[in-house]
């Protein structure tokens, strides 16, 4: 299983954390730390996988970003970083040609659309299309929910 | 997000922070303004406090502690509106870990939306407890959640949510998912067609099955089935193929969770999961596209896994190796580093020893890697006896090549012996004690590590050997631990006299004598127990028990003489590890006496001469043992041409009148070269010997008792006839141009005109890499050539194309020579190999008609555009076979011109770049009498064309393997003796000279 997801910037700034197993505040800081400091300084020509720890973290770079997933030893590695590149495509798809800008900004669409990707740990949906298809229909919902909040028969039946 | 400002503007805040400091500062404040805000919570509208709940999110991203506003996060959970209850829901999910108290609150909010009809919330509150979910949701969630994975109602994107909830929930408390009531429900799950439930319900199974696979059994054969329909791509919606590959996580799951089951009984099923394993194994190829080449690797791996687990068939696990031999010799660094991982699962039987020696080549870094140690390790206890020496011996190179440190090596060859002491052989511990000698930080470390060992019970003769040596020369070093005294290492080392054999013996006798020597002060209880034990032996029947045992006994009588007689070993001089040395001899007589092998397979009557020049670097001197040789040599090679009965009739007369056409040392290279045979392999035993000597004698050892003895010249011999080779690529466009052990150099050709591309395929056939390839192109003077860049390297087991240009100039039948050589090993491995692309490859095959031909016949007239010549000693060839041959090398054969019956008339055209394409005529006019001579007659517009085409043809049609000049490129063509034709006059009782007079 993935037991965290981690995005991290060129300059070791964090830009999405997703924990799957139990770590504390504290502990997480610490991984982040430690592990960010092992995978930005790998070499680019060495392969995806760092032994970390017992576990197995693997990463890929885009761009500025380094996306990195921590899995169990006896894992499939190479499942994991398609499963990395599976989301990248996603965000791609989403942003249109995606940026570490929109991440940053839109950090919660990153979270939105990996909790369509993941769960416990484990993929759960591998069309592409689908996961676009689910993520849209929460977006109408929510322009739906504003619409109504803005119509003034709301904001009467707020008031009253 | 489009309205939420305040969000935006404070991430700018943020990256517009010069430093950490003023990140802090701005996180304080807006952390204070949050607190402020949630205080007087009355006024805060659900859209404010939306706002700070990213806010917090995005600080706690940052790393920052934000231990306040969980409440407000979870509160969001029950908001009635989606886009709260949404933050409410991911915020929660990712602040919270399954421990935290504030979590426990939300327990009921959640179960209403869970059982709730509202889809949208369902799936937000199964993402939250799949993704957070503790042993509580698991007690009182696990049934509603399993409801809704089997319920017909539940439309797909709620039931794989559902599924990796309860495997959240499952490995939270195992005991929600009873395996008596569930399997049915689970393998119902595995006909889903939807591969989004089906990917999650995968999932699931893996899970369950790895706590405990029983009961599960029904899914076993759905399992094969969802994998076949993947494999086959049956049925696999667009979306779900991944660089079209049928999704690729699904089938890694589904071969994941046949792993867990111990074994397929129903062979059906067994089948058909080998089937599509096969399929696999064999459909997958490195591609350009990383994320295909990822993908179906990691197909790729999980079936190779599948297989090891399985214990496939022989066959399937070599096709494993194979493979995996192949990733590691990949440059892609992830499938590189698979294959080794995945290493110490496949190492079966003998196959490893192959695996290995890829390994030792290539994987040098790798092997500091505990993992592979350890399982090298683990597999000597269970691996079979014969291999285990071999095996055994690798470790120990490989533990020297690449350990980081001394200390190390000594630790894992002790552990060696102590794990497999019976197949390590001796050259092994004396390595051991020749690196112990001459580093001297490394003697007391040795020491007590050898004196750790010989506190177990039962130890191996060669730690025994081993410890007793290293502890006679520095066990004095230890003088001063518990239990290292001179007398305690003597009883402890002579408890175990008892147990060993007699070539152990003189080697305690020897310890025995250092310690007394060291023993300070003397200790005359020991000299007194040692001196018992001097005396027992001095009527031993061994002579070299009872030499030692009187020679000690006086030598220590003497006091101080023993101290000079028994010093310190010296340092051993360095050198080449002496196990490297050892393998590679051993690899070398591998390889001799497969040749001998094959030497003996060859025709009985195939010359075998023994050549003790190597054939590497420049060509040798030719050396023939007599004239005898010489014809012997035809008549075999003759032989591979013609049936034997042909040879034998074959008058001997006429093949020393065509020999004496040929320059005769050249002609000699050609035949010793390919027939040559190494000499007798070179007698092991001899070598194995001075180790059996120096077993008992350890303070003679010294640097030669380990180095083997001398360098032996590697020679690598072809597989096949090189000439034989050529001439048949002569006549067609692809086929093998040369082969040795290790690497075999295909060839395929295009022609076109004037122009030519041939494309070598160098294709390695061992599992170490083929280093220093070099080929270098000695072009004739009338070919153009141009040689693609041919790699340094070989990978094991690849193939490496290298394609050649050609370009005729001009007509010539002078030959291009491949100057080819590469290293295996250490050896330097060189072949001069002459090139198919000969004059004929330039000829277009032209079938003319009589209207056609007779004219241009006529034309030509005489000298120099038409020669003629009277061929002796021609192959013995009926009419049809001799159309054949002229067919073959493209000058085609016009039926029925002629109007005897006896002759053939053909035609062709030739390209180069100097002339423009030339009609080419010739004419054979046989004698049925006497089938070895016959009359040569070619024309054509250009007087060398002419020239060389006759001479070309001539050469087809005697049995001489032609261009043998080519081995020396040097030598001129004209100036070649085989250039000038017998020139006889033309007879004019010659039947044919009349007849061609008419024409």
Same mark, same amino acid.
């Given at each position: ?160 | ?91 929660? %999910? /990712? +602040? ?7 979590? @426990? #609150? =939300?327990? $009921? ?108 059994? %029904? /899914? +076993? ?7 076949? @329909? #993947? =494999?086959? $791509? ?766």
């Amino acid at each position: 299983m993935i037991h965290f997801v981690l995005l991290v910037s060129r300059q070791g700034k964090v830009r999405l954390t997703k924990w799957y197993s139990p770590y504390t505040q504290k502990e997480r800081s610490k991984v982040i730390r430690e592990l960010s400091g092992v995978i930005l300084n790998r070499g680019p020509k060495l392969c995806n996988f760092v032994e970390w720890r017992g576990y197995k973290v693997v990463y890929k770079r885009y761009a500025s970003l380094y996306f990195c997933m921590c899995i169990d030893a006896e894992d499939n590695e190479l499942e994991v970083l398609e499963i990395i590149h599976h989301y990248v495509e996603i965000l791609d798809r989403y942003f249109g040609s995606v940026c570490e800008l929109d991440l940053i900004f839109h950090f919660h669409k990153a979270y939105y659309i990996l909790d369509e990707l993941l769960i416990a740990g484990e993929l759960q949906e591998s069309s592409k299309k689908t996961v676009a298809r689910i993520i849209s229909a929460q977006d109408q919902m929510v322009e739906a929910a504003k619409e109504e909040a803005g119509s003034i028969s709301y904001i009467i039946a707020q008031t009253t | 997000m489009s309205g939420m400002r305040g969000l935006s503007v404070f991430i700018s805040d943020i990256r517009n922070c010069q430093n950490k400091e003023a990140e802090r500062l701005r996180v304080d404040k807006e952390l204070g303004n949050i607190r402020t805000c949630f205080k007087n919570d009355k006024g805060l509208t659900p859209y404010k406090k939306k706002k700070y709940v990213w806010k917090m999110l995005y600080i706690h991203m940052l790393g920052y502690d934000v231990d306040f506003g969980h409440m407000e996060a979870v509160s969001l959970i029950s908001a009635p509106k989606y886009p709260e209850k949404q933050v409410g829901y991911i915020v929660t %999910s /990712c +602040l919270l870990n399954e421990n935290h108290d504030f979590l @426990r #609150l =939300a327990i $009921n909010a959640v179960r209403n939306d869970i059982i709730g009809r509202n889809e949208t919330y369902q799936c937000l509150a199964l993402t939250l407890v799949g993704n957070i979910g503790g042993r509580e949701f698991a007690e009182s969630l696990a049934p509603d959640v399993q409801k809704l994975l089997i319920s017909s109602s539940c439309r797909p994107l709620v039931r794989k949510k559902a599924a990796l909830c309860l495997l959240r929930l499952f490995r939270k408390n195992p005991d929600v998912v009873n395996a008596d009531g569930w399997a049915d429900r689970m393998a119902q799950l595995l006909d889903e067609r939807d591969l989004g439930v089906l990917t999650s319900s995968m999932s699931l199974l893996v899970s369950l099955v790895s706590n405990d696979y029983e009961g599960y059994s %029904s /899914c +076993l054969p759905k399992c094969v089935k969802i994998l076949e @329909r #993947l =494999a086959r $791509n049956q049925d696999v919606p667009q979306e779900y193929t991944y660089y079209g590959i049928p999704s690729p996580w699904l089938q890694v799951k589904t071969m994941r969770a046949l792993q867990y089951f111990p074994t397929i009984e129903d062979p059906s099923t067994r089948r058909s999961l080998f089937e599509v394993l096969q399929r696999i194994l064999m459909g997958t190829d490195v591609v350009k596209n990383v994320n295909k080449n990822n993908a179906s690797h990691a197909v790729l791996f999980e079936a190779l896994s599948l297989v090891m687990h399985l214990n496939a068939e022989k066959e399937m696990m070599s096709q494993c190796v194979a493979l995996l031999g192949k990733f590691i010799s990949v440059r892609e660094p992830n499938i590189r580093y698979l294959g080794l991982d995945c290493l110490p699962a496949v190492f079966v039987g003998e196959l490893l020893i192959c695996f290995m020696e890829c390994v030792m080549c290539q994987m040098q870094r790798m092997f500091n890697r505990s993992s592979i140690r350890k399982n090298i390790m683990q597999y000597l206890s269970t691996a079979e006896f014969s291999m285990r020496e071999e095996l055994s011996l690798k470790a120990a190179i490989l533990a020297e090549k690449f350990a980081p440190d001394l200390s190390w090596y000594v630790d894992v060859i002790l552990q060696l012996i102590d794990n497999a002491g019976d197949f390590v052989s001796d050259d092994i511990w004396f390595r051991v004690v020749q690196f112990v000698t001459n580093n001297e930080d490394l003697q007391p470390y040795a020491a007590s590590k050898v004196r750790e060992y010989m506190d177990k019970i039962a130890i191996h003769e060669t730690m025994v050997k081993v410890s007793a040596y290293i502890l006679g020369e520095y066990g004095h070093l230890l003088a001063r631990r518990p239990g290292c005294s001179a007398r305690e290492l003597f009883g402890i080392l002579h408890e175990k006299l008892p147990t060993v054999s007699s070539p152990t013996i003189p080697l305690l006798l020897s310890t025995y004598a250092k310690l007394l020597m060291h023993a300070q002060p003397p200790d005359i209880e020991l000299q007194k127990q040692i001196w018992n034990v001097f005396k027992k032996y001095e009527s031993s029947i061994d002579v070299e028990i009872q030499q030692r045992a009187v020679e000690y006994f006086e030598l220590s009588k003497k006091g101080a003489a023993l101290m000079d007689v028994l010093a310190e070993m010296p340092k051993f001089p360095e050198r080449q590890s002496s196990l490297i040395k050892k393998v590679e001899d051993v690899e070398d007589t591998a390889d001799q006496s497969a040749i001998k092998l094959r030497a003996q397979q060859l025709p009985s009557n195939a010359l075998v001469l023994a050549d003790p020049q190597p054939v590497n670097g420049t060509p040798p001197p030719l050396k023939v043992p007599s004239i005898s040789g010489i014809k012997v040599g035809i008549s075999s090679n003759w032989l591979d041409h013609e049936s034997a009965s042909q040879t034998q009739s074959q008058p001997n007369g006429d093949l020393s009148k065509v020999q004496s056409q040929i320059p005769s040392a050249d002609l000699l290279g050609e035949m010793v070269d390919p027939l040559a045979i190494e000499a007798p392999p070179v007698d092991m035993g001899s070598h194995q010997r001075v180790y059996r000597e120096e077993d008992g004698i350890p303070d003679e050892v010294d640097g030669t008792a380990i180095v083997p003895i001398g360098d032996q010249a590697n020679k690598v011999e072809p597989i096949g006839n090189i000439t034989e080779r050529f001439n048949a690529l002569c006549l067609k466009d692809s086929g093998v141009l040369y082969e040795d052990p290790y690497i075999q150099i295909g060839v395929k050709a295009e022609w076109r005109g004037h122009h030519g591309r041939l494309v070598l395929f160098l294709g390695n056939k061992v599992t170490s890499p083929l280093t220093s390839v070099q080929a270098l192109i000695l072009p004739p003077a009338h070919l153009k050539l141009e040689l693609s860049l041919v790699p340094d390297t070989i990978p094991p087991r690849a193939q490496v194309q290298c394609p050649l240009e050609v370009m005729n100039i001009r007509p010539s039948r002078d030959v291009a020579v491949l100057d080819f050589s590469y290293k295996f090993g250490t050896s330097m491995v060189s072949a001069k190999l002459r090139l198919p692309a000969v004059l004929n490859k330039f000829l277009q095959p032209l079938q003319l008609t009589s209207e056609e031909f007779f004219p241009q016949w006529r034309s030509l007239s005489g000298p120099p555009l038409k020669l003629q010549e009277v061929v002796r000693g021609v192959r013995p060839l009926s009419l049809s076979e001799m159309e054949n041959l002229f067919n073959s090398f493209r000058v085609t054969i016009c039926p029925g011109l002629d109007p005897n019956p006896n002759n053939l008339v053909a035609s062709t055209t030739f390209y180069s770049e100097n002339t423009r394409p030339m009609l080419c005529l010739a004419r054979i006019e046989t004698d049925p009498a006497d089938r070895t001579q016959l009359r040569l007659t070619v024309a054509s517009g250009d007087s060398t064309l002419t020239f060389e085409l006759k001479e070309f043809i001539k050469e087809q049609l005697i049995a001489i393997p032609m261009g043998s000049r080519a081995l020396v490129p040097a030598v001129p063509v004209p100036a070649a003796p085989l250039a000038q034709p017998p020139s006889p006059a033309v007879d004019a009782n010659d039947p044919g000279a009349m007849l061609a007079g008419l024409l």
